[in-house]
């Protein structure tokens, strides 16, 4: 069904604000099937016959069927959807998606609910309908049910939060948001041209950008303060003790929180590190090519050829990365 450019962006941009403010279809969980235990008479009689032989007259042996085998509980929560409560009855009616990124947990299913509530009352061209499947963490619950949304022919018309790979895994699939805008007549000059380009697949603007998440430092006081170091810095821009805040500036003081048994950290001609007893950095929660964009971002790919290609700067993170673990090692965290 063909719905307005208007109607699909306006609500599209809607969502958007809404989203801003949220934070992981599924088929149905698989159904256990639970088997009785029994025993029959004639078992019965020769268990009961062999025990005797063994036993003296006054044990009374009895035998009893095993208890039924209990049914787990289900780790996936089933989907989530509305009905159209509250719209009006000639409003075109549009599906809304959640599952590729945040917006799936428990807590925050209320709150979208209660939004599509109120948004169709307050209007009478659109009325949203939601499709929350959950999200595993490692998408497949939600990617395959979409997957067969779309192989069935009934594709949401807005898919979102959604980020880097879930995009990707459905690229060629979305519509031309710049088309709709240019249709509807929506500016979009508001947004900074890199941001909209981020948010192309093959020069086709796929979606309206609204949250980035840059990555962060966690870093633990006490051992700043045991090691008395300033903290790292809060804004950008900010010395670090005097120095830029850069990457050498970074991996010295990593390598001053990493101590040996003896008290000795890796900046002293003494130190140990086949005896460390605190690191001083790790990187966690991301794999080779996050690591590889502590010294710059790139693609791993020659975008004329298609080929891959390691980039210079993913060789110069990763052999930072190594050094620090099998020299004068600066790993585990701040």
Partial sequence: MKHSFKVV?????IVSVLLAACAPAVAPAPQVVTKEVVVTKEVQSVVTKEVEKVVTKEVQVEVTAAAPTAVPTPTIPPPVSTGGEGCDPAATK???YIGLGAGTNAD???AEKAWV???NKSQKDACLLLNIVYNDGAGGNSVNALKALVAAGNAPDIVGP???NGRATFQGAWADVGQLAT????DLSQYDPKLLDFTKDEGVLVGLPFALFPSFIFYNKALFDEAKLPYPPHKVGELYDGKPWNLDTFTELA???T????GNDATSPDFDPKNITQFGFYDQWTEARGVGSLFGGAIPYDEKTGEAVIPDSYVKAWKWYYDGICHHSTTSRL
């Fill in 9 to 13: 962006l306006g609500v599209l941009l």
């Fill in 94 to 96: 549009l599906t809304w």
């Fill in 108 to 110: 925050v299913i209320p």
């Fill in 117 to 119: 509530e109120k948004y």
């Fill in 162 to 164: 959604v980020g880097k």
């Fill in 183 to 186: 249709d509807a007549g929506f």
């Fill in 255 to 257: 390598q001053k929180l």
């Fill in 259 to 262: 101590v040996d048994k003896n």
